[in-house]
């Protein structure tokens, strides 16, 4: 369908590395399908270009400091705060997990 083929035109297969987002259910190894956004909401999961690479993580928007950071879905991680090099590229949309594409929790 037209939709569809829009959907994956704006969008991103990436390979997870690392533990950081395994309460969300998004493990490592797991694949993940990014869809290309300029807009986001607090709590949707994003790919996030940072000073030192690319991360997937929670988009968190608040009232009260840090107000704007990144936040892992692993307590053993940190929250990353938002600086000039933060740029958000996409919001995750689904996660592949035995052969079946899941929606994110």
Do not use: C
């Amino acid at each position: 369908s037209v939709i569809f083929s829009m959907v994956l035109a704006s969008s991103s297969l990436l390979k997870i590395s690392g533990d950081s987002m395994i309460n969300a259910g998004i493990d490592d190894g797991d694949v993940v399908l990014v869809q290309s956004k300029k807009e986001f909401v607090s709590g949707d999961i994003v790919l996030a270009h940072i000073e030192n690479g690319s991360t997937i993580k929670r988009f968190i928007s608040d009232d009260k400091p840090p107000y704007v950071y990144l936040k892992p879905e692993n307590p053993n991680h940190k929250n990353i705060p938002f600086t000039d090099e933060t740029h958000l590229a996409g919001k995750v949309i689904s996660v592949l997990k035995n052969g079946y594409w899941e929606p994110i929790k």
